[in-house]
């Protein structure tokens, strides 16, 4: 079945700098990749999300790229903020409606 | 604009007993999702619907879990009987049906303990 594997599993980064997060899928057929952030006590929210048509994509100080031959897809976050601590998601497309979630990273932004 | 809505937010109760989850999608959406979350397994998904019509199910963990949505704005996920091992945070998503995968919108979860 499907699978998405995400690492790192928790990620430590001095405010300012730039985090990364990677994933990889298994089913050749996803197109669609959404990003989510979960901060404790709340759901996930949707922050970003790329189609297979499209290997970029950014927004502010987010972007996503993926590499459809490789299956890889990853997560940028530059200039980081005490804001952005919290646990981060990606997921992929399985079927029409159904999405498989990676297993998720915690990032800490370091004073 | 309301999100999706969950209730209750906490539920504490003991083994055995029958414990219902509800849900009330975004007006609009007509794909609903029922996931379950662990530090040891993560976000899994439980069952969804479209238009109201279960569509996959093979999430459910056993026969106790019954999932229902008996129109476009209310969704419920009972167990019964419950056990220790069920207690996790359980959230519904919804989403708008279409070929181009639209994003899911969670809502905030029921944290359940089973005691």
């Known amino acids: 079945g499907e699978n998405v594997e995400q690492h790192p599993s928790t990620l430590s980064v001095q405010e300012g700098d730039s985090a990364v997060i990677k994933c990889t899928y298994s089913d050749s057929a996803s197109n669609y990749f959404p990003w989510y952030k979960q901060e404790l006590g709340k759901g996930p929210q949707l922050i970003i999300d790329i189609r297979s048509n499209v290997g970029e994509k950014k927004d502010q100080r987010i972007a996503v790229t993926l590499n459809k031959t490789a299956k890889h897809f990853s997560l940028h976050i530059t200039e980081t903020q005490p804001e952005d601590s919290a646990v981060y998601f990606c997921a992929a497309t399985y079927r029409d409606d159904k999405i498989i979630f990676g297993k998720g990273t915690r990032l800490h932004i370091l004073p | 604009d309301a999100g999706v809505i969950q209730s209750p937010r906490h539920e504490v109760t003991e083994m055995g007993q029958e414990v219902t989850l509800r849900c009330k999608p975004i007006?609009?959406?007509?794909?609903l999702f029922w996931y379950r979350q662990t530090m040891m397994r993560g976000l899994e998904l439980l069952i969804y619907f479209n238009n109201n019509v279960p569509i996959d199910d093979s999430g459910m963990p056993e026969d106790r879990f019954s999932a229902k949505m008996p129109n476009a704005s209310f969704s419920t996920l009972k167990i019964q009987p419950s056990e220790p091992r069920d207690s996790a945070v359980y959230f519904c998503?919804?989403?708008?049906?279409?070929?181009?995968?639209?994003?899911?919108?969670f809502g905030d979860g029921t944290r359940l303990s089973i005691l």
């Open positions: 998503a919804s989403s708008l049906l279409g070929n181009s995968n639209q994003p899911q919108h």
């Open positions: 007006s609009g959406h007509n794909s």
